[in-house]
């Protein structure tokens, strides 16, 4: 079978308006559904990454100080950019990342809603006016915190790269990104326009490489000022800490372990079809996957049935093709989930669907796993504490409303959860009850562009996108005035 290739593109760091090459050997990055090197990508070191910071430095008073309307105009012709060069920005993500296709696409959209959003809250940045004594005035005025440090993931290679650029750059800042070491090349493809579209030279800085020497470097420069960073919980803690010498402002956005509750009044079929489709995601390799499956007991036996069902029509395959799912990342992904489903079985778990890995003909040089539902999980199981990044259904049987909850808030992580239920009662004293950032109520739709998106516990903190995300790139200043007498 004849697949498309991976496009014409550069291939190096971009500092201050240059594309360069880095001082470390370049890394090759390989495609995780056939096992291909796709191209070999240039890799930075510390003084690369002081390059890139002093670059931002340099350019953030003239960032910060154009007339508004003109950075405005080239932040929506950056989300133009992107929409006209979807398709290409989607097939380099599958190639690198795996995800099928057309999810790559629905990305590449998110990421256009997103710019879009962000340029106009640019003109949203209000301070305010307090009232004081004659002959004073009280003003608070918000202005960028300065030169922004940002560390994003591999699963949504495109997307956490707008939803940390963005707003950063409409607040007026100027930022150094790091992308993931295995998806780079979805960095490389955004740049790409944003020198296209007129970002003038060191406001936005790419630097690939080792991610413990260039999140030093960024996490010990007093000249960057706020960090923002989404990845693991364990990492996001050493940047936490990295962070306290130079108390920089700093976001993180964290582990989740997503509880999905479905009470005895729930509509089984709408849920099992929203449940699927939002677990099979990114083939489950998303901080926001439900990755404990609350049932109530009344209906356990018809849910899992029609459940079932539908994860073994799960289509697993190559990105480019027609798919449900694409491959898992690397190796140490398939390894994790062996593990917490050998624990389960051990334990006495049954898993009627899936279970193992896909090796064979097609699926013998990627990352492939079968679509899986694990049944009858306890407490005593890995996989009810542990983070299942892949596509893993963990069913548990509850019955009194007060025990899911306390057994859904049993985790250190609290990103998103979902509750299904008609009950509107039942439905108001959930989702208070529920210790997470975000709550779905009969949806799993809880990132939007204009709604604020975070978690609590170790699952991080601030918020990205809506207001809140452009006011985690602000500084509060107090401006008080007196009036000479005449």
């Known amino acids: 079978m004849t697949r498309k290739k991976l496009p014409d593109m550069q291939s190096g760091l971009y500092i201050d308006g240059q594309w360069t090459t880095g001082s470390l050997e370049s890394k090759a990055v390989n495609n995780p559904a056939t096992g291909e090197e796709l191209i070999q990508v240039a890799q930075a070191d510390t003084a690369d990454t002081e390059k890139a910071i002093a670059a931002a430095k340099a350019a953030f008073p003239v960032w910060s100080g154009m007339e508004l309307k003109e950075r405005v105009k080239i932040l929506h012709k950056i989300a133009d950019l992107m929409e ?64 922004v440090g940002a560390i994003t993931p591999w699963n949504f290679p495109s997307n956490m790269i707008i939803r940390k650029i963005s707003p950063a750059i409409s607040a007026g800042c100027t930022i150094i990104l790091k992308p993931a070491s295995s ?66 402002k700093i976001s993180l956005e964290l582990g989740g372990h997503a509880p999905f509750i479905v009470f005895a009044d729930a509509p ?12 099979f995601r990114n083939n489950g390799q998303a901080c926001t996957s439900p990755n404990r499956i609350f049932v109530e007991k009344s209906i356990k036996k018809e849910f899992t049935a029609a459940l079932n069902q539908a994860v073994s029509q799960v289509k697993v395959g190559n990105g480019l093709d027609e798919v449900t799912v694409g491959p898992l990342i690397n190796e140490e992904a398939r390894e994790t989930i062996d593990a917490q489903l050998a624990d389960a079985k051990n334990k006495g778990a049954d898993i009627p669907v899936g279970g193992g890995r896909l090796t064979e003909g097609e699926y013998e040089k990627g990352f492939f796993y079968q679509p899986t539902v694990v049944d009858g999980v306890t407490k005593e199981m890995d996989i009810f504490y542990e983070e299942t990044f892949g596509p893993v259904v963990p069913l548990i049987e509850f019955e009194e409303e007060d025990d899911v909850i306390q057994m859904a808030n049993d985790t250190n992580f609290g990103l998103a959860s979902y509750v299904f239920t008609t009950d509107l009662r039942r439905a108001e004293k959930v989702s208070r009850a529920l210790e997470y950032g975000l709550v779905g109520v009969n949806n799993t739709q809880v990132s939007q562009s204009e709604t604020p998106f975070g978690g609590v516990k170790h699952s991080g903190l601030g918020r990205e996108n809506g207001h809140y995300g452009i006011e985690e790139f602000l500084e509060v200043k107090f401006v008080h005035t007196t009036y000479f007498a005449d």
């Not at 979807?86 to 990421?111: F, H, S, V």
């Not at 004073?136 to 915190?145: C, D, L, R």
């Not at 089984?268 to 449940?275: C, D, M, W």
């Open 268 to 279: 089984i079929e709408e849920t099992v079809k929203t449940l699927v489709a939002m677990k």
């Open 183 to 248: 998806t780079p090349l979805s960095a490389i493809a955004l740049f790409e326009l944003f020198e296209q579209a007129g970002l003038p030279a060191g406001v936005a800085n790419l630097v690939m490489g080792p991610s413990s020497d260039i999140g030093k470097a960024l996490t010990d420069s007093n000249d960057v000022r706020k960090l923002t960073f989404t990845g693991s919980t364990k990492v996001g803690q050493q940047l936490y800490e990295q962070c306290g010498a130079t108390l920089k």
């Open 84 to 147: 006209e060069n979807a398709d290409r920005l989607a097939l380099i993500m599958t190639l690198e990342q795996g995800k099928p296709l057309a999810e790559a696409k629905g990305e590449i959209k998110t990421n256009v809603e997103n710019m879009h959003w962000n340029a106009e809250e640019a003109r949203r940045i209000y301070g305010e006016t307090i009232p004081a004594p004659n002959n004073h005035k009280f003003e608070v005025k918000k202005q960028p915190v300065g030169v």
